[in-house]
C-alpha cells in the first residue's frame, strides 16, 4: 500500500472543531497523514517549518495567511490546497499560480445558506413583513382578518444581480414560486429565466437581490443614479459585499422612506455605532451572517473531506477554482 499523503492546516484553530467534527476529521484522518492537534495560524510559527517540509496537501480556512514565495519555498512538495471556506484570492499569489498549484474551494458549499437567507428576505420583502412589524410595534394592534393592499409574492418581479453561484442558487430555489424572475449578468445566462438589462432590471423588479462578486468593474455598482432608477416601495437585498453599494447614496435614500434594503453586509463593516442605518424603521440589519454558521460550517468541512478524497483516490476535484477567472468571480 502506497504511503498516504501528508496534509497540514492552516487557518484559525477556533474553527477546526466547527469544521471537521469527529466523523469528518475521522473521515479525513484516514485520507491522509495529518495531525489533527496542528493547525498553523501562521506559517511564522516555530513548528511551520518542519510541518511545511513534508507538506503535499494544506487544508486551508479562514485566518490563513497569504501563500507567498518564502511560505512555498518552505513546503517544496506541496500541489493541492483544499480550502474550506469561499474565495481563495488571497491565497493564490503569483508565487502559487507559478507553482502551478491546484487550489479548490467549498465556496459551494457556503453559497447554500447565502442563498437560503436571501430567499427567506426575498419572499419576507414580497409579503411586506419588514413594514408591517414596524406598523404592528407602533400600533399595539391590528384588525384581524383584514386584508393588506400592495403586498404579497404572487407574480412579484424579483431581480438578481449576477448569476454567481449564490445567484443561481437563489434562482433555483425560487423556481417553485409564483414569481416573475429576472436576471443580470454580463457574462452568463441561466436558462429559464429572463435576462434584463442593467437599466430595466433596476426600473422594473420590486425586489431586486445583489449576487455579484466585488470587482474594480462592480465597486459602487449600485448609487444615486441607479437607487433613483429603483421603483417606489421596492427591496434592495444585499448578502454579497458591503462595496457594491455606496452606502452614503444608499443612506440618504433610505431616509425618504421611498426603498427598504435588507443589509447582510455594508461598508464600512462594521458600521459606525452613529450609522441612521441601525434606527431606519425600513432598514434591516444582520452582521454578516449570511454565510456558514454554527453546524453550517460542518458542510464546509464534509465538502472538503470528499474533495481530499477525490485528490488521493487521483480524481479530479469537484471544485477546483480556476484561477484564470478569479478576477471576475467572489
Not at 289 to 311: D, K, W
Request: a negative charge.
Amino acid at each position: 500500500m502506497p504511503p498516504r499523503q501528508q496534509a497540514l492546516f492552516a487557518m484559525s484553530p477556533e474553527h477546526l472543531p466547527l469544521l471537521f467534527p469527529p466523523p469528518a476529521m475521522d473521515r479525513l484522518t484516514r485520507a491522509v497523514d495529518i495531525d489533527a492537534g496542528l493547525v498553523l495560524p501562521s506559517f511564522a510559527a516555530p513548528e511551520a517549518a518542519a510541518a511545511l517540509a513534508g507538506t503535499e496537501l494544506l487544508i486551508t480556512g479562514w485566518g490563513c495567511p497569504p501563500l507567498d514565495a518564502e511560505v512555498l519555498r518552505a513546503a517544496p512538495r506541496l500541489t493541492t490546497v483544499v480550502h474550506v471556506a469561499g474565495s481563495v484570492k488571497h491565497l493564490a499569489t503569483e508565487a502559487a499560480r507559478a507553482r502551478g498549484l491546484v487550489f479548490t474551494s467549498a465556496a459551494e458549499a457556503n453559497a447554500v445558506p447565502v442563498a437560503e437567507y436571501t430567499v427567506g428576505a426575498i419572499l419576507w420583502a414580497g409579503k411586506g413583513i419588514f413594514a408591517l412589524r414596524e406598523r404592528y410595534a407602533q400600533e399595539r394592534g391590528f384588525v384581524i382578518g383584514q386584508v393588506v393592499p400592495g403586498v404579497g409574492n404572487f407574480g412579484r418581479r424579483v431581480g438578481i444581480i449576477g448569476a454567481s453561484r449564490i445567484g443561481r442558487r437563489v434562482i433555483e430555489l425560487l423556481r417553485p414560486y409564483d414569481l416573475d424572475l429576472c436576471l443580470y449578468d454580463p457574462y452568463t445566462q441561466v436558462s429559464g429565466v429572463r435576462q434584463l438589462s442593467f437599466e430595466e432590471l433596476l426600473d422594473t423588479c420590486d425586489v431586486i437581490s445583489l449576487h455579484a462578486p466585488l470587482t474594480a468593474e462592480t465597486t459602487g455598482m449600485i448609487g444615486a443614479v441607479e437607487l433613483a432608477r429603483m421603483r417606489d416601495g421596492s427591496v434592495l437585498i444585499n448578502t454579497a459585499r458591503g462595496e457594491l453599494v455606496d452606502t452614503q447614496a444608499l443612506t440618504e435614500e433610505l431616509k425618504t422612506a421611498r426603498l427598504t434594503a435588507v443589509l447582510d453586509v455594508t461598508h464600512p463593516e462594521p458600521l459606525p455605532p452613529d450609522s441612521v442605518l441601525f434606527d431606519l424603521p425600513n432598514v434591516f440589519l444582520t452582521p454578516h451572517v449570511a454565510g456558514s454558521q454554527g453546524n453550517e460550517l460542518a458542510r464546509m468541512g464534509l465538502a472538503a473531506v470528499e474533495e481530499v478524497e477525490r485528490v488521493v483516490a487521483g480524481q479530479p476535484p469537484a471544485f477546483p477554482v480556476d484561477l484564470d477567472t478569479l478576477g471576475r468571480t467572489a
